[in-house]
């Protein structure tokens, strides 16, 4: 059974940082597309930050503000978050798919883990 289990979410002051984390338990990321989404209520999920075959591509509206890495292992996904602004707060979601990165064909998600960034 595949688990995706994010954290590292909290609350914050605009222009700091957070980690996030997700661990993958009975999967490896491999070759899979992989990444971040994030939703706010009443919105649907938008991709942050996706990666496949050590390409990334990230959501334009960051300009340079997140980063995404992967351990080694290739079982723990990170997306680095500085200079944090209110309009990052959100519920943040880790994904894996073996197929595409269309993000309507994502197979696993994690649980979500909230951002709060404050003014």
């Known amino acids: 059974q595949v688990q995706l289990v994010e954290s590292g979410g909290g609350s914050v002051q605009a222009g700091g940082s957070l980690r996030l984390s997700c661990t993958a338990a009975?999967?490896?990321?491999?070759?899979?597309?992989i990444g971040w989404f994030r939703q706010v209520p009443g919105k649907g999920r938008v991709a942050v930050a996706l990666?496949?075959?050590?390409?990334?591509d990230y959501d334009d509206s960051l300009e340079g503000r997140f980063t995404l890495s992967l351990d080694n292992a290739k079982v723990t996904l990170y997306l680095h978050m500085n200079r944090l602004k209110p309009e990052d707060t959100a519920m943040y979601y880790c994904?894996?798919?073996?197929?595409?990165?269309?993000?309507?064909?994502?197979?696993?998600w994690g649980q979500g883990t909230q951002v709060t960034v404050s003014s």
């Open positions: 009975g999967y490896t990321y491999n070759t899979d597309c």
């Open positions: 990666t496949r075959n050590s390409n990334t």
């Open positions: 994904a894996a798919n073996p197929g595409t990165c269309i993000s309507s064909d994502f197979a696993y």
